[in-house]
């Protein structure tokens, strides 16, 4: 059952909910240390992971889908959510340099088609964090946490899904080493069992935090190539023609 936005609000709100928001928050911002100028996206359930960008990127905006619902977010100043379709973002090709994506594609019907809009709003170069439960870790298959809804992944899984996107993964990592439990030890003792599971038995964690990076050019080995083609060699001394195009600029719709 996917969960909806009461759902998540209560998770986070939950002493379990801070904790995760809290390491995750931290792995969030060691790879993204400097967004300053830079117009980054929240998509699916982001607003917990998207204050401390407030002030420093240029424009700002939590994407939430329909079937999920929304919340108005922040609670002061101008809104920056909006309630979208994951297959058709609203938003122009070329336009953003990050978007963190988190209870998200897990949850989506056609995983395809919300990573091709993610590599079609995203600039060249630009940068996907994408945070979804771990197949193999002990989070997917408990309910009692947003992280078990929804199709769970491995890495291999997600390294394929990106590939295919066009979107090259560019640091594979896990998060949540601690177990799904809301006690009080546990709680205590979490950011200690992050760092030494994360050393010890990383292919248990809860989560797979992968950071890609959107290409233009399709690698050579996944494009088909037909058997007995002729190859066409210019002639010395010929010359190419360069057809000029024009370039729209990019157009943003802020919240509020």
């Not at 938003?91 to 809009?117: C, F, G, K, P, W």
């Not at 870790?137 to 946490?145: K, P």
């Not at 979107?167 to 439990?181: E, F, K, Q, S």
């Amino acid at each position: 059952m996917q969960p909806d936005v009461t759902d998540l609000m209560n998770f986070y709100g939950r002493p379990i909910g801070g904790m995760v928001r809290r390491i995750l928050a931290q792995r969030i911002r060691a790879r993204w240390p400097n967004c300053k100028g830079a117009t980054l996206i929240g998509l699916g359930y982001a607003t917990p992971y998207l204050g401390s960008f407030r002030g420093e990127v240029q424009r700002l905006m939590a994407l939430m889908p329909a079937t999920q619902g929304a919340v108005v977010w922040p609670a002061t100043g101008p809104v920056m959510t909006v309630v979208i379709d994951s297959e058709s973002l609203p938003l122009a090709d070329n336009s953003v340099d990050y978007l963190i994506a988190i209870h998200a594609l897990e949850l989506t019907d056609n995983i395809r088609a919300a990573l091709r809009e993610i590599w079609r709003v995203l600039k060249p170069e630009g940068r996907l964090l994408l945070i979804v439960p771990n197949r193999r870790g002990l989070w997917a298959r408990f309910d009692h946490t947003p992280f078990g809804a929804g199709q769970p992944f491995s890495t291999g899984q997600i390294r394929r899904l990106l590939t295919d996107a066009m979107l090259t993964p560019i640091d594979v990592g896990t998060a949540l080493h601690m177990p799904p439990l809301e006690r009080r030890l546990i709680l205590r003792s979490a950011m200690t069992i992050e760092r030494m599971g994360g050393r010890v038995s990383p292919g248990f964690a809860g989560l797979v935090v992968v950071e890609a990076r959107k290409e233009l050019v399709v690698p050579l080995g996944r494009v088909a190539v037909a058997r007995n083609l002729k190859v066409l060699v210019p002639a010395r001394g010929a010359t190419s023609s360069k057809a000029s195009g024009q370039s729209a600029e990019a157009m943003f719709c802020s919240g509020g």
